[in-house]
């Protein structure tokens, strides 16, 4: 490993931070040794409750039980909306930006609390009840928040599928939680092209019965189907509405939302989340992580589609009575500098995206983001996958010139908010580093033989209890939750990554335990090759994967993108062979390199391993469905130039 950059935290910023190092050595102690004291003033400070909890905790993970405030009663949007209304009634929720940058809009609490009011009103006209599932697929527009919130407000149970899934995947979606209404809208627009969604909607409720109803928004004015019986538009209905709506006073764990997410195996789990301990949680680490202040803008980048939606885009930040921007496009339209320009044109304080999208916003060159103006950056964020020292500094470096900290936020659909986090004004960074857990967050590292391995060391991250956004459940197969994270540690939850923890007590996060490589007996973590081989200048992006090696049990197989204009040659390779060598050591010397003009990624942005390790391995026939990559053709091009091993 090349020696560790630290980054201090910079001492004006420390200054005015929310939590300084002193405040967070305290508080996580306290959380740790006190954690009924500790949860239950937060949960008195942060919410706002109909009904007064008496008991915080329970918990046995043996059982992957968790239960929090259980006999406190709130609702969620009016945590989210109500709340506020005293003091910023006309204070901006949402700014949204459109796919067209000459197309965006303001929306008040105040217009907010009206629409979801008026939606929430339409669902129950439309007989939707406490406890109902409803689905809602859609493209990035304030239509989505509106719809998770008018659910929240009559006790709904929503399951967001993300827009870019195919009719099957929604139909599968659908059938699993049978909600039985839909939201949707009559086209989606990203990168200037239309998403046929009520389309795929008409496909995928031919198999769905038990759906009576689809509310359609009318986002393009497109030529869609229409079934007189089942589909409203959304605008006309909801005008006819009242924009007055009770609130459902809901249990704090109740069922707030489903949402579906891949695992190693078998179909996708939809992951329950209830209502107090879940909302707690984005809020307290809204307002911590990006260290939140009044009238700040902050940007996810995230689809609603994703858990990072839903905590960063819409509870976090309007709970906490935040100015969030929700924008409907991509990064990389109309070209590379679409992300600074956003920033530039809405001031934007805090920017939270990807770092697939860093890096493929580092490939395309540093003109497109230094030709902006974005002193309004006060703190950049990663989520979603290991980020490489290199993509860390260069955000760090050209994006935010050195002046904003970068919180590498370690979380999952499962952990509903950040688990492992710097918190800015109290930890210092380390580039690749999700560094130190957040309050009442117990993170441990287990061996092979299933014990708790003590300082410093690598092995499968587990926390030793629970946190108030656990997962509480897989919608209709509660045992498969169980076996899936609390039974390979019994007592213990199991998240399915492995980590290292330096002398430090700082955690990296080295990927999926099903993306390390076992070499001649040594453990490699894919993200460490990876991170050597873009240290090169020449390329953009890498994946690492094993394959079945005679001697070495398993080799490396690594893909490698290049950066525009760098065409592959034999002296190019065996740089970045060199690289690995001299980076971690010769046992991470690639066996095979194959040049990747495009890498298989999901919707979200992450690298499709198991369809990489399928094609390394030649195990061609068996590569699985492919249908929701977000571009399936770079696979056939893959497999036509997989290099012979
Ligand atoms: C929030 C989200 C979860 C998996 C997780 C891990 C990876 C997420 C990361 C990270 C390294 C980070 N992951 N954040 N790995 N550093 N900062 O992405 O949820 O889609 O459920 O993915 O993503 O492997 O287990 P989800």
Redesign the pocket.
């Known amino acids: 490993m090349s020696e560790v950059h630290i980054h201090p935290v910079p001492a004006e910023f420390a200054s005015r931070a929310h939590i300084d190092a002193g405040d967070y050595e305290k508080l996580y102690r306290e959380s740790i040794e006190n954690p009924e004291a500790f949860w239950s003033r937060q949960a008195q400070d942060f919410l706002q409750w109909e009904k007064p909890f008496t008991r915080v905790v329970e918990e046995d993970l043996k059982k992957g039980h968790t239960a929090w405030f259980a006999d406190g009663e709130l609702n969620v949007a009016v945590n989210c909306i109500d709340r506020h209304l005293p003091a910023r009634a006309e204070q901006t929720a949402l700014i949204w930006e459109g796919d067209d940058p000459a197309d965006s809009k303001n929306i008040t609490y105040s217009e907010l609390h009206e629409q979801v009011c008026r939606l929430a009103n339409l669902l129950k006209e439309r007989g939707v009840k406490k406890g109902d599932r409803v689905c809602i697929y859609m493209p990035m527009i304030p239509e989505a928040a509106y719809a998770m919130l008018a659910c929240a407000r009559i006790g709904a149970v929503h399951s967001v599928v993300f827009g870019g899934f195919s009719p099957g995947s929604l139909r599968d979606r659908i059938l699993d939680s049978d909600c039985r209404l839909v939201i949707t809208a009559d086209e989606g627009v990203r990168g200037g092209k239309t998403v046929p969604l009520k389309a795929n909607v008409d496909k995928a409720l031919a198999d769905c019965p038990n759906v009576h109803t689809a509310i359609v928004v009318k986002r393009t004015g497109a030529d869609v189907g229409w079934n007189g019986e089942r589909d409203i538009w959304y605008a006309e209905s909801v005008a006819e509405q009242s924009s007055d709506c009770a609130p459902e006073p809901m249990n704090a764990e109740d069922p707030l939302f489903i949402l579906y ?1 891949s695992g190693s195996t078998g179909k996708p789990k939809g992951v329950l989340h209830t209502t107090a301990g879940y909302l707690l949680m984005c809020t307290m680490t809204f307002k911590y992580a990006f260290d939140y202040k009044e009238g700040d803008i902050f940007w996810c980048t995230a689809d609603v589609g ?3 939606g839903h905590s960063y885009i819409v509870y976090g930040p309007l709970s906490t009575g935040a100015i969030s921007l929700i924008f409907e496009g991509v990064p990389t339209y109309p070209d590379a500098s679409r992300c600074w320009q956003v920033v530039e044109k809405h001031k934007v304080n805090s920017f939270y995206t990807a770092p697939t999208a860093i890096r493929a916003l580092m490939g395309a060159g540093d003109e497109f983001v230094t030709k902006t103006d974005r002193s309004s950056l006060k703190l950049l964020g ?6 490489n020292p290199e993509a860390w500094e260069w955000y760090y470096k050209v994006v935010g010139e050195e002046r904003c900290p970068i919180i ?8 509903g908010a950040h688990l ?2 710097p918190l800015p004004g109290a930890i210092d960074m380390k580039a690749g580093s ?1 560094t130190k857990p957040f309050f009442g967050v117990q993170p441990a590292l287990m061996d092979d033989q299933g014990r708790e391995i003590d300082g410093e060391g690598a092995g499968a991250l587990v926390m030793k209890a629970s946190w108030p956004s656990m997962i509480r459940s897989v919608y209709g197969d509660h045992q498969r939750m169980i076996d899936t994270y609390f039974s390979a540690y019994p007592g213990y939850y199991f ?3 492995g980590a290292r923890r330096d002398a430090d007590g700082y955690y990296w ?1 080295t ?2 335990m099903d993306d390390v490589l076992n070499v001649s007996g040594h453990r490699l973590g894919t ?1 460490e090759i990876e991170s050597a081989i873009v240290l090169h200048d020449d390329t953009a992006e890498a994946a690492v994967v094993g394959y079945p090696h005679d001697i070495k049990g398993q080799g490396i197989y690594a893909y490698v993108t290049l950066k525009a204009g760098h065409e592959p040659n034999e002296e190019l390779r065996q740089e970045l062979i060199d690289l690995c060598v001299k980076e971690i050591g010769s046992i991470a010397k690639p066996d095979i390199i194959q040049w990747a003009p495009g890498l298989p990624k999901t919707r ?1 942005g ?1 690298i499709m391993r198991r369809i990489l390790r399928k094609i390394a391995g030649n195990e061609l026939d068996s590569l699985g469905d492919t249908s929701t990559l977000a571009d399936p053709s770079v696979v056939e091009e893959l497999i036509e130039h997989r290099a012979n091993c």
């Open positions: 997410t994703w858990i990072t990663t989520v979603g996958e290991p980020i590498d936020t370690w979380w999952q659909t499962e952990t492992i986090t999700a998240t399915g990554d996060i990927g999926r993200a979200s992450k």
